[in-house]
């Protein structure tokens, strides 16, 4: 990348749909497009841009990692 971004928000700018897309690819095959292995630092920056690119642009639902909540809450024992 030729112009670095300076900040998470500058980032997040210059991500499209797209990109998000192949990222959350590679994370869950480990490894880019062209069959490259994603380094462990590569891993962990790409899943903080598909958090925080989630964060700000997607619905709860459709975040990576999004639980439904249970229809009835757990029923406890008493014992809390």
Do not use: F
């Not at 962990?44 to 249970?70: H, T």
Request: proline share 8%.
């Amino acid at each position: 990348m030729e112009n670095k971004p300076g900040s998470l928000e500058e980032l997040l700018a210059t991500l499209t749909p797209e990109i998000h897309d192949l990222l959350k690819e590679a994370v869950a095959l480990g490894r880019w497009e062209n069959g490259d292995k994603l380094s462990e630092e590569q891993r962990s920056l790409c899943l903080q841009a598909i958090i925080a690119y989630d964060e700000k642009y997607m619905d709860p639902e459709a975040r990576v990692g999004y639980v439904r909540p249970k229809p009835v809450p757990c029923k406890t024992d008493g014992n809390e």
